[in-house]
């Protein structure tokens, strides 16, 4: 029988254990006359005695006369255990053993349980009948018990091991505590007592084990050498009952750091030189030196000394830095070497001063130093060519870059400087002759189309205008190696010292024949002639030709030479542009072909006429093969060796014949002729190798472009190709091939990219995925786009899966619209969490920063935490990309800050990376700008040099993108008014990323609008023009803020700054939220953009004032911390002077030692907070330097950060119009 664990119902304890055990020893059927029921304790109950003793209470009911209940036996079992007898107990019978429906109750169970953990656990008795006969044992349900007398487990580590030398002052402290507990926690923290300064950092868990840790970096002010630091980790289970476990730790006296050398250049010198280190010891304690030089020591307070070298040489250097405690370190041992000699330089024997070499031709020149050997090494020549080289190595003075000697015969001057390590330096000229002009070649046999009777002759003549000619050579009928022409210096008819004649005869074959000639000089320079085509004319025994072919070519029944009227050759002489036809029956095609070539007789080689002629050749056919899916039936192949006998395509056709009835077969349905023009390249696909019938009045001719085919009374077909090399008759009826790459059977990570290997003939490709919960996926439930093979390689966009089992369905259609379907359930089982690399902060100012994470292996969202006392609100991105990128934004200026980010995939699983810190920069003292920030009103004003930032940003990277994708960066954040970006690609794209950035304030001159509500800075990377034409952009802006800046809904627009002005892009409205409008407007590009407004008739005038406005409402905009700049020396009005001598009096008090509000025993905090920030209204208002106030409030016990939150809550305080400040 199968024992089941019921469900969990109640809170008693952790997560029960849900699991299905067999009980196999027991697989028997139960008497139906009995019954147990558990009683205590109950299901989900939690104890928490100390002694793990237990009693079952339980009910045993039976309905039939003559029997009662015998012994009864506890079973129990754990996730780990199967189940086993725990115990038995033996109950009497009872004494009226025909009492019917009786009933009795038990509590003579008991059990002591070894250890805690969850238990599942459940009582089986026997039932007697009247005969005292055993029956099979009855079963109660399963009930869950909980056992937890130890309470919670606390176990600790640190990073580093402390002992007598760590940690010391610097060194960074990770105190690790690993809790758990079987009934759960509902507690924890640690604890940090640094000499009596308690901090705490707390935790509330979930579930039955935490990882909590905290990190600290002991400094000289906070920890120094000596002092005792308790870490203890607390937790408290659900029972309430705590455990800690507590470790000190004591700080060490840290040693001085390893002295090291900062003027490192003096290590090669040309006379003594005051060496300098550094050291310095975290303690603060005096450092002394021991400096052993050259076999000498000596001890110093001093960190430097002068070396007394007297001779060429390498002296050894030590450096050892002790503290007064005695604990010390040693430096590297350095070698320092006193060097006045100068490098000498040699040039090669081979190169020196040669007049046989050329600018190709490498040169060697040799380095040698006694000392320090040579540091740098250059040259320079007179061609305005110059680099470095290396001693003894071969290099090229004069084919450098930027050479002006190209293409010359001179002398030319090498100068040659090299430097040792000391900064000796040697400097040395040399004289080379170069020859780079190859010889120049006259052919004056054969002449261009010269026809030869007997031997053809080739006559040469060269010419060399610096060295001399060494040989001639030519290249026959596109050889690959070149034949020389053996002639030495006796044998060459020199005219001149520089110019040479040559003669040479050859018996070659009748035919159209091709040659190369070249001449080269005595320096390896070489000169090649154009190619010059001949013909030798000559009988040729066409018994031989014959027999030569067939016995090449085996399935050749039959071979005929004909004329151009179709009558038999038998003899023959070439002439000049004779056709010629060759005539071959087949006998080892599936349908008997025939295959006439006809030809140009003046344009063949017959020195290559053993072309081969292949049928249905069983390599050549499985290529085909695998590029089409189609069933060959007939299959002709001629090679290479074709276009050897005729090398120009223009100067033949060929005809094939195949008995074959083009009504029956319906050639261009399902069969199908296909003609390859690259024998090499077989992945045309079928629709576009396609043979089709000639067009009515069609003639063959030499010069022919395209296959066709013409049927014969229904008999044969006759199959005209314009050249030779694949023919193929096939059925096309086969559907291609799919091989699923992704997804695999089981997918690990949650998402992947949907992609399959096909045949290079499918057209399209399609899935589908069969799900019924929307959000199980990241993709719609039951459709997919079709997209288009490449390389043959279907690959959709990348999709995201729940945990989970899922059923796709993958379709291939080729162009005759056959269909292959293909099925694949998979399962996604996703309990990994992402990698986590470092993050980074860039992009740093006063108030905002932004976190980036790159590389994570999937795709996953990002958030980002204040951590170890640090404070700003937690920023998450939840778009899923492998990149990541969010800006933190209201932060403190001059502040460093800690922080964490975790990282969690689709499927929840989540991981959260070590401690990261970046600091703000200071907050400028500079005032305000005048110009608009874009928010409420602003009106496109230029703004001030350097002041434009960045106030939110949010990013979007896609590993790839396929051609003919449309892809969305969706936005979801308040502070930026865009809300998409859609566009679709032409061309694949990898690595592709849009950024959006709000800014403060316009980045340009000119107006957009009459009021400017955002201004953003939008820009792509790894995008270009032809891959993506244009990109819609979707934003919103708020009713309330059009309401206030009096412009109607239709008169938003999106402008683009791009050739130095704002230029409006055609903006619709889309829709109508609850508190905003949306609007879509399309661009070419990005650069700088301003969502911009014009106002109602009569709102126009007020357009100047609102640029000098400070802005309100732009979503992100930060208040500026810097206070106003100081103000000018005197004021006109009427009244400026009342203002100035209350101010000066105000300072006098803040100044004196009866300050207004810092000694005021004030009754609240707040209160003091109020006349702070009240000082601080009144100083802004009269323009007080920033620096007078920041240190007039610091001597009155204000704390810097104090004076920043006052001073920003001042800026962004409401003003009537009249006191705005620009």
Same mark, same amino acid.
């Given at each position: 029988m199968v024992r089941a664990a019921s469900g969990r119902e109640g809170s008693t304890g952790p997560s029960s254990i849900a699991f299905v055990l067999a009980l196999s020893i027991l697989l028997a059927i139960a008497a139906q006359a009995m019954t147990v029921t558990l009683k205590a304790p109950g299901n989900?109950?939690?104890?928490?005695?100390?002694?793990?003793?237990?009693?079952?209470?339980?009910?045993?009911? +039976?309905?039939?006369?003559?029997?009662?209940?015998?012994?009864?036996?506890?079973?129990?079992?754990?996730?780990? !255990?199967?189940?086993?007898?725990?115990?038995?107990?033996?109950?009497?019978?009872? =004494?009226?053993?025909?009492?019917?429906?009786?009933?009795?109750?038990? =509590?003579?169970?008991?059990?002591?349980?070894?250890?805690?953990?969850?238990?599942?656990?459940?009582?089986? %008795?026997?039932?007697?009948?009247?005969? /005292?006969?055993? $029956?099979?044992?009855?079963?109660?349900?399963?009930?869950?018990?909980?056992?937890?007398?130890?309470?919670?487990?606390?176990?600790?580590?640190?990073?580093?091991?402390?002992?007598?030398?760590?940690?010391? @002052?610097?060194?960074?402290?990770?105190?690790?505590?690993?809790?758990?507990?079987?009934?759960?926690?509902?507690?924890?923290?640690?604890?940090?007592?640094?000499?009596?300064?308690?901090?705490?950092?707390?935790?509330?868990?979930?579930?039955?084990?935490?990882?909590?840790?905290?990190?600290?970096?002991?400094? *000289?002010?906070?920890?120094?050498?000596?002092?005792?630091?308790?870490?203890?980790?607390?937790? $408290?289970?659900?029972?309430?009952?705590?455990? !800690?476990?507590?470790?000190?730790?004591?700080? !060490?006296?840290?040693?001085?750091?390893?002295?090291?050398?900062? *003027?490192?250049?003096? &290590?090669?010198?040309?006379?003594?030189?005051?060496?300098? +280190?550094?050291?310095?010891?975290?303690?603060?304690?005096?450092?002394?030196?021991?400096? +052993?030089?050259?076999?000498?020591?000596?001890?110093t307070l001093d960190s430097n000394f002068t070396t007394n070298m007297a001779n060429d040489g390498t002296y050894l250097l030590n450096i050892s830095a002790a503290d007064s405690t005695g604990n010390s370190t040693n430096s590297s041992a350095w070698n320092i070497t006193l060097d006045t000699t100068p490098p000498a330089v040699s040039l090669a024997a081979a190169n020196a001063n040669y007049t046989n070499g050329t600018s190709k031709r490498p040169v060697t020149v040799t380095v040698t130093d006694a000392a320090t050997a040579a540091n740098a090494t250059t040259f320079a020549t007179n061609c305005n060519t110059s680099g470095s080289f290396a001693s003894g190595t071969a290099f090229n003075p004069f084919n450098a870059s930027g050479t002006t000697c190209t293409g010359l015969n001179s002398t030319r001057t090498m100068n040659i400087t090299v430097t040792d390590h000391a900064g000796n330096s040697n400097s040395s000229s040399f004289l080379l002759g170069i020859d780079d002009i190859a010889p120049t070649i006259g052919v004056i046999a054969p002449t261009s189309g010269q026809q030869f009777t007997a031997n053809a002759t080739f006559n040469l003549t060269a010419n060399e205008s610096f060295v001399r000619v060494s040989s001639f050579g030519y290249y026959l009928d596109g050889a690959a190696v070149q034949s020389n022409i053996t002639l030495d210096r006796n044998g060459l008819a020199f005219v001149s010292p520089i110019t040479a004649n040559a003669n040479l005869s050859l018996n070659l074959t009748p035919g159209t024949h091709t040659a190369i000639f070249t001449a080269n000089d005595t320096v390896g320079n070489a000169r090649n002639s154009s190619q010059v085509t001949f013909t030798v004319i000559g009988p040729m025994d066409l018994f031989s030709l014959n027999t030569s072919l067939v016995e090449y070519n085996t399935n050749i029944s039959n071979f005929t030479i004909r004329n151009s009227t179709g009558d038999i050759v038998t003899g023959l002489t070439l002439s000049n542009d004779r056709t010629l036809e060759f005539f071959m029956a087949l006998n080892a095609t599936r349908k008997g072909v025939n295959l006439t070539i006809n030809f140009n007789s003046s344009a063949a080689n017959f020195a290559f006429l053993n072309f081969s002629v292949l049928q249905n050749h069983s390599a050549s056919m499985s290529y085909l093969e695998r590029n089409q899916t189609a069933t060959i039936l007939d299959y002709l192949y001629l090679n290479g060796t074709i276009h050897q006998f005729l090398p120009d395509n223009s100067s033949y056709y060929a005809k094939v014949v195949i008995p074959l009835n083009t009504t029956a077969y319906g050639?261009?349905?399902?069969?199908?002729?296909?003609?390859?023009?690259?024998? $090499?390249?077989?992945?045309?696909?079928?629709?576009?190798?396609?043979?089709?019938?000639?067009?009515?009045?069609?003639?063959?001719?030499?010069?022919? =472009?395209?296959? %066709?085919?013409?049927?014969?009374?229904?008999?044969?077909?006759?199959?005209?190709?314009?050249?030779?090399?694949?023919?193929?008759?096939?059925?096309?009826?086969?559907?291609?091939?799919i091989a699923i790459n992704t997804p695999a059977g089981t997918q690990g990570i949650s998402e992947f990219v949907p992609n399959i290997t096909v045949s290079p003939d499918t057209a399209s490709c399609v899935y589908q995925l069969n799900i019924t919960r929307s959000a199980s996926a990241s993709v719609p439930s039951n459709i997919s786009n079709a997209v288009n093979a490449g390389n043959a390689l279907c690959t959709w966009s990348s999709d995201r899966f729940r945990n989970g089992v899922y059923n796709i369905t993958f379709n291939a259609t080729d162009s005759a619209g056959n269909i292959n379907q293909t099925n694949l359930v998979f399962t996604m089982s996703d309990g990994t969490a992402p990698n986590i690399p470092a993050p980074s902060a860039g992009s740093i100012t006063d108030t905002t920063a932004v976190i980036t994470?790159?590389?994570?292996?999937?795709?996953?969202?990002?958030?980002?935490?204040?951590?170890?006392?640090?404070?700003?609100? &937690?920023?998450?991105?939840?778009?899923?990309?492998?990149?990541?990128?969010?800006?933190?934004? #209201?932060? /403190?200026?001059?502040?460093?800050?800690?922080?964490?980010?975790? @990282?969690?995939?689709?499927?929840?699983?989540?991981?959260?990376?070590?401690?990261? #810190?970046?600091?703000?920069?200071?907050?400028?003292?500079?005032? /305000? #700008?005048?110009?608009?920030?874009?928010?409420?009103?602003?009106?496109?004003?230029?703004?001030?040099?350097?002041?434009?930032?960045?106030?939110?940003?949010?990013?979007?990277? +896609?590993?790839?993108?396929?051609?003919?994708?449309?892809?969305?960066?969706?936005?979801?954040?308040?502070?930026?008014?865009?809300?998409?970006?859609?566009? &679709?690609?032409?061309?694949?794209?990898?690595?592709?990323?849009?950024?959006?950035?709000?800014?403060?304030?316009?980045?340009?001159?000119?107006?957009?609008?009459?009021?400017?509500?955002?201004?953003?800075?939008?820009?792509?990377?790894? &995008?270009?023009?032809?891959?993506?034409?244009?990109?819609?952009?979707?934003?919103? @802006?708020?009713?309330?803020?059009?309401?206030?800046?009096?412009a109607g809904k239709d008169t938003v627009t999106l402008y683009r700054h791009i050739n130095s002005e704002w230029t409006p892009l055609q903006t619709s409205l889309a829709g109508t939220g609850v508190s905003d409008y949306q609007y879509q407007a399309t661009t070419p590009g990005f650069s700088y953009f301003a969502i911009g407004a014009k106002k109602q008739e009569g709102a126009a005038a007020n357009a100047t004032q609102a640029q000098e406005q400070p802005p309100t409402g732009q979503p992100g905009a930060q208040a500026q911390e810097q206070p106003p700049e100081e103000q000018p020396a005197a004021e006109t009005g009427g009244k400026s002077w009342i203002w100035t001598a209350l101010g000066i009096l105000l300072l006098m008090a803040l100044a004196g030692g009866s300050g207004f509000f810092v000694y005021r025993n004030w009754k609240t905090e707040q209160?003091?907070?109020?006349?702070?920030?009240?000082?601080?209204?009144?100083?802004?208002?009269?323009?007080?330097?920033?620096?007078?106030? @920041?240190?007039?409030?610091?001597?009155?016990?204000?704390s810097r950060s104090e004076i920043h939150q006052a001073i920003k809550d001042e800026a962004q305080a409401p003003r009537p119009p009249a006191e705005q400040k620009g």
């Open positions: 989900f109950t939690a104890n928490t005695t100390a002694s793990r003793n237990i009693t079952f209470v339980y009910n045993v009911t +039976w309905s039939l006369a003559g029997e009662n209940a015998s012994n009864c036996s506890l079973y129990i079992a754990t996730a780990a !255990q199967n189940w086993v007898i725990a115990k038995n107990v033996s109950i009497d019978d009872i =004494s009226d053993s025909n009492i019917t429906n009786g009933s009795v109750g038990f =509590s003579n169970l008991s059990y002591r349980f070894s250890s805690d953990n969850n238990y599942t656990y459940g009582i089986a %008795c026997l039932n007697f009948n009247s005969s /005292s006969t055993a $029956t099979t044992p009855t079963f109660s349900n399963n009930f869950t018990l909980v056992i937890d007398a130890a309470g919670p487990d606390v176990n600790t580590t640190f990073n580093v091991t402390p002992n007598s030398t760590f940690p010391t @002052v610097v060194t960074v402290l990770n105190f690790t505590a690993n809790i758990t507990d079987v009934i759960g926690l509902a507690h924890a923290n640690i604890t940090t007592n640094i000499s009596g300064s308690i901090a705490k950092l707390n935790y509330t868990p979930s579930g039955t084990s935490i990882r909590i840790s905290a990190a600290i970096t002991l400094t *000289n002010s906070t920890a120094p050498k000596g002092t005792v630091i308790n870490f203890t980790a607390y937790a $408290t289970d659900t029972s309430s009952r705590e455990k !800690q476990n507590s470790t000190l730790v004591t700080v !060490q006296n840290s040693a001085p750091t390893i002295p090291s050398i900062t *003027n490192a250049s003096y &290590m090669n010198v040309t006379s003594n030189r005051t060496i300098v +280190w550094n050291s310095t010891d975290a303690d603060g304690d005096a450092i002394l030196y021991t400096v +052993w030089f050259n076999g000498d020591y000596f001890s050639i261009g349905g399902r069969v199908k002729l296909l003609y390859y023009p690259d024998e $090499t390249d077989l992945t045309t696909p079928i629709a576009s190798a396609n043979v089709t019938e000639c067009s009515a009045g069609f003639s063959a001719a030499h010069t022919t =472009s395209g296959a %066709c085919w013409n049927n014969t009374n229904n008999r044969t077909i006759e199959i005209f190709l314009p050249h030779f090399s694949l023919l193929a008759l096939v059925n096309d009826s086969q559907a291609p091939k994470v790159t590389n994570v292996n999937e795709t996953a969202n990002l958030s980002v935490y204040a951590s170890n006392g640090s404070s700003f609100s &937690m920023q998450e991105q939840n778009d899923f990309n492998a990149s990541q990128s969010l800006t933190l934004s #209201s932060l /403190s200026a001059s502040t460093a800050y800690l922080y964490n980010i975790t @990282v969690c995939d689709y499927n929840g699983n989540c991981a959260r990376n070590g401690t990261f #810190s970046f600091s703000t920069s200071s907050s400028s003292s500079s005032g /305000s #700008s005048s110009s608009s920030s874009g928010g409420g009103g602003g009106g496109g004003a230029a703004a001030a040099p350097g002041t434009t930032a960045v106030t939110s940003s949010a990013a979007r990277q +896609w590993d790839a993108i396929p051609t003919g994708t449309t892809t969305t960066f969706s936005i979801a954040k308040d502070t930026i008014a865009v809300t998409s970006i859609v566009f &679709m690609t032409s061309e694949d794209l990898k690595s592709a990323s849009l950024t959006v950035k709000v800014l403060n304030e316009s980045p340009a001159s000119g107006a957009a609008g009459d009021a400017a509500y955002q201004y953003l800075e939008i820009t792509s990377s790894n &995008m270009p023009k032809s891959a993506v034409g244009s990109f819609q952009i979707t934003f919103s @802006v708020p009713a309330s803020w059009l309401s206030a800046q009096n209160e003091r907070l109020d006349h702070i920030r009240q000082y601080v209204n009144i100083a802004v208002d009269k323009q007080y330097p920033y620096e007078q106030i @920041v240190a007039t409030l610091e001597q009155k016990g204000v």
